[in-house]
């Protein structure tokens, strides 16, 4: 058997425009354009020469039990490469460092693209279908690629697969499981929303990318990556308004990897994850974050966490046990409080930072006499300096007194005669109030930067005429809940914070917060009405989309099935039920009842062999609707019996589904015949007798 592929140029432009590749296998019986023998075929490559205008051979590649294996001597093909149907897989460096191709695509039987694959090649587009699982080492390093169709079969992206291209974007679909370290590092991705299916996520993955506009990690992530978004070095300025600004943690998340945002100097904020506990080594140093909120779960902040950043104060929540060494150096903090719960501070915490007021709860510890080292000091007097903490405070004095001697912060202190207390907690900030049903409202409160020395017990609630709405004990969160309200009351809310020693000032009054008003029964029907026929006219416009692109002679993908409201399609059916819809569009067009039969179809194929006791009469009706069994037979359900036990192979498609039912049909009738018969000659013995 011989197989050829000829690569198609038409070089009349300066970017030659690639032709549809022809792949033929010629046997001495058949021909067919996807069957390869299990012995080696080399495949020619060819393509349009301009300067003699013809066809010349430029190189080949040998395909050997449906894996692409090796590449000939000397230069590969040019233009575009069309690799046929029944290939599974390209094996390694079979396209390495290949000057002259720019297209590859690859069938629906391909699974796997081999490590370094097409590394340091001058490919631009994969066109690929669903089908591809595996996705090698370097398959794709430092190659030109810059398109990779949307699939939704991918499910691993090994390490550097796409590092150092110019790809601008991927459809990281919930087929996913494992992307391994590097594999997007210093590509041209826009935006990356991470699917929940993954259950790995390497290193430095989407390091050195600056074009990223948009970031979302998946929900249950417990970790963020170390380097995950990193940057070699800061972007230049003026920094794009259009690039990533904002960055969610989900309260899944335990800890932040190190190096996580090094140097992202395009972020400005970041919200914490509530559960968070750890802050990698210089996790958000380089960023441009002024104003952060620890969560109140948090315990360690490392090395270099916040280093080089414009935070310009800090506040830590009590929890918090230990804070690295200069993990706010270069900082612009002027403002610091320590809680009670501090177990150690390194030194030069607070290197080259302006530092200028410290307030100290009455347990926190110091196990650092250095800790207060190395400050920005330019223009420091004893009247501009502060340091905070009770009389009664548990700390060693020994320790205070070395934290303070080696620190010139320490120094004014130590020479002032200024008498400190504990005192009530600063004001807290209320920032939101919004309804929560018909009787609740929730609200959003920002901690009081101070809690005086004295832990903070509780939050206090008011009106706006002072009147009591409720106290609840202080967790540290940023959301409260208060309920007892009627129906459509309107109020406004302020909040104040308690310790020990009393209560502190009140914050401003919310803006008018209204509660639900309760509909009729009459009023919620009519509002289900109404998101059903938004669900429903929202599922018209995808269908009609669908049966635009189908009659585009385009495939539909996972989404497309979805935002139609046919469900049951998923990763491992869509190609045959696609296979199935190509059959009945021949016959019908491209309809919504075509789809559904074509889905209908596959389901039941797939499920027939698992329906639980006592389907049987359901399952065979669905045999029936779809045409597979005569509705004049009476023999459905035993028909039904039968298909579910037979082998996998003798109802894996419609030929042989048929087939299959056909055979069981003409038994069963046999056997009827025969026992017909039998009734009849039994009868006509006994009435002889």
């Known amino acids: 058997m011989l197989g050829k592929i000829i690569c198609l140029i038409r070089a009349k432009t300066k970017y030659p425009r690639l032709f549809v590749v022809t792949i033929l296998v010629v046997s001495s019986s058949i021909t067919t354009k996807s069957s390869y023998a299990s012995t080696s075929e080399f495949v020619a490559c060819k393509f349009w020469n301009p300067a003699t205008e013809s066809f010349s051979v430029q190189g080949?590649?040998?395909?050997?039990?449906?894996?692409?294996?090796?590449?000939?001597?000397?230069?590969?093909?040019?233009?575009?490469?069309?690799?046929?149907?029944?290939?599974?897989?390209?094996?390694?460096?079979?396209?390495?460092?290949?000057?002259?191709?720019?297209?590859?695509?690859?069938?629906?039987?391909?699974?796997?693209?081999?490590?370094?694959?097409?590394?340091?090649?001058?490919l631009e587009t994969v066109t690929a279908k669903n089908g591809l699982q595996d996705i090698g080492l370097s398959a794709f390093h430092g190659s030109q690629l810059k398109t990779f169709s949307s699939i939704n079969s991918v499910r691993n992206i090994y390490a550097s697969a796409f590092y150092n291209t110019g790809?601008?974007?991927?459809?990281?679909?919930?087929?996913?499981?494992?992307?391994?370290?590097?594999?997007?590092?210093e590509t041209q991705l826009q935006f990356v929303k991470l699917p929940s299916s993954l259950s790995h996520i390497g290193t430095s993955v989407f390091a050195d990318i600056r074009t990223l506009t948009g970031f979302e990690f998946p929900s249950g992530i417990t970790e963020i990556p170390e380097g995950i978004l990193a940057l070699s070095s800061s972007l230049g300025t003026p920094i794009p308004s259009e690039l990533i600004s904002t960055i969610y943690i989900p309260d899944s998340v335990i800890k932040i990897g190190d190096y996580a945002f090094k140097n992202r100097n395009s972020i400005s904020n970041i919200d914490l994850s509530f559960n968070l506990k750890q802050i990698g080594i210089q996790s958000?140093?380089?960023?441009?974050?002024?104003?952060?909120?620890?969560?109140?779960?948090?315990?360690?902040?490392?090395?270099?966490?916040?280093?080089?950043?414009?935070?310009?104060?800090?506040?830590?929540?009590?929890?918090?046990?230990?804070?690295?060494?200069?993990?706010?150096?270069?900082?612009?903090?002027?403002?610091?409080?320590?809680?009670?719960?501090?177990?150690?501070?390194?030194?030069?915490?607070?290197?080259?930072?302006?530092?200028?007021?410290?307030?100290?709860?009455k347990n926190a510890n110091f196990n650092d006499s250095y800790a207060f080292s190395n400050l920005d000091l330019t223009g420091i007097t004893a009247e501009s300096v502060s340091i905070k903490y009770c009389p009664e405070m548990e700390t060693d004095s020994s320790t205070m007194v070395s934290i303070l001697e080696n620190s010139i912060l320490g120094y004014y202190i130590l020479n002032d005669s200024r008498d400190?207390?504990?005192?009530?907690?600063?004001?807290?900030?209320?920032?939101?109030?919004?309804?929560?049903?018909?009787?609740?409202?929730?609200?959003?409160?920002?901690?009081?930067?101070?809690?005086?020395?004295?832990?903070?017990a509780k939050l206090i609630f008011t009106d706006e005429n002072s009147k009591l709405l409720g106290e609840v004990d202080?967790?540290?969160?940023?959301?409260y809940s208060l309920s007892g309200f009627s129906p459509g009351q309107s109020l406004r809310v302020k909040v104040a914070a308690i310790n020990s020693v009393g209560i502190s000032a009140y914050s401003t009054l919310s803006s008018p917060v209204t509660t639900d008003i309760r509909l009729s029964e009459e009023e919620q029907r009519a509002q289900q009405r109404e998101?059903?026929?938004?669900?429903?006219?929202?599922?018209?416009?995808?269908?009609?989309q669908s049966l635009k692109k189908l009659e585009a002679n385009q495939a539909l993908n996972l989404e497309d099935f979805g935002n139609s409201d046919f469900n049951e399609v998923n990763s491992?059916?869509?190609?045959?039920?696609?296979?199935?819809?190509?059959?009945?569009?021949?016959?019908?067009?491209?309809?919504?009842?075509?789809?559904?039969?074509?889905?209908?179809?596959?389901?039941?194929?797939?499920?027939?062999?698992?329906?639980?006791?006592?389907?049987?009469?359901?399952?065979?009706?669905?045999?029936?609707?779809?045409?597979?069994?005569?509705?004049?037979?009476?023999?459905?359900?035993?028909?039904?019996?039968?298909?579910?036990?037979?082998?996998?192979?003798?109802?894996?498609?419609?030929?042989?589904?048929?087939?299959?039912?056909?055979?069981?049909?003409?038994?069963?009738?046999?056997r009827n015949d025969r026992l017909a018969a039998l009734r009849a000659r039994t009868e006509a013995r006994t009435k002889a007798a």
């Open 60 to 122: 080949n590649f040998e395909i050997r039990d449906n894996v692409v294996i090796a590449t000939s001597v000397g230069t590969l093909c040019k233009g575009l490469i069309d690799i046929p149907e029944g290939v599974v897989e390209i094996a390694h460096t079979v396209f390495a460092g290949a000057s002259e191709i720019k297209e590859v695509s690859l069938p629906s039987t391909m699974r796997t693209i081999g490590n370094y694959a097409f590394q340091y090649s001058t």
């Open 167 to 185: 790809l601008r974007s991927f459809n990281f679909s919930n087929s996913i499981e494992r992307i391994e370290d590097s594999a997007f590092q």
């Open 284 to 361: 958000l140093s380089g960023t441009s974050i002024n104003n952060l909120t620890f969560p109140r779960n948090l315990e360690t902040i490392s090395a270099e966490a916040l280093m080089n950043t414009p935070l310009t104060r800090v506040r830590f929540n009590e929890g918090i046990k230990s804070i690295g060494q200069s993990a706010f150096r270069d900082t612009l903090i002027t403002k610091a409080f320590f809680p009670n719960s501090l177990e150690y501070l390194n030194r030069a915490a607070f290197y080259n930072s302006p530092l200028r007021e410290v307030t100290i709860g």
């Open 420 to 456: 400190f207390s504990c005192s009530v907690p600063d004001q807290p900030t209320l920032l939101a109030a919004v309804a929560n049903g018909s009787n609740g409202i929730r609200i959003k409160v920002a901690s009081p930067f101070s809690d005086g020395g004295e832990p903070i």
């Open 474 to 479: 202080y967790s540290g969160t940023d959301i």
């Open 531 to 544: 998101a059903e026929r938004i669900r429903q006219q929202r599922i018209d416009k995808a269908r009609s």
């Open 572 to 670: 491992t059916n869509i190609n045959r039920i696609q296979d199935k819809l190509e059959k009945l569009m021949a016959q019908e067009g491209p309809t919504i009842e075509a789809i559904r039969k074509a889905v209908d179809y596959i389901v039941l194929v797939d499920r027939i062999a698992t329906y639980e006791k006592g389907q049987a009469p359901l399952y065979g009706q669905k045999l029936m609707a779809l045409g597979l069994i005569s509705s004049q037979n009476k023999s459905v359900t035993q028909i039904c019996y039968l298909v579910k036990n037979s082998l996998p192979e003798e109802r894996r498609d419609e030929e042989s589904l048929l087939n299959l039912i056909t055979r069981l049909e003409a038994e069963i009738k046999a």
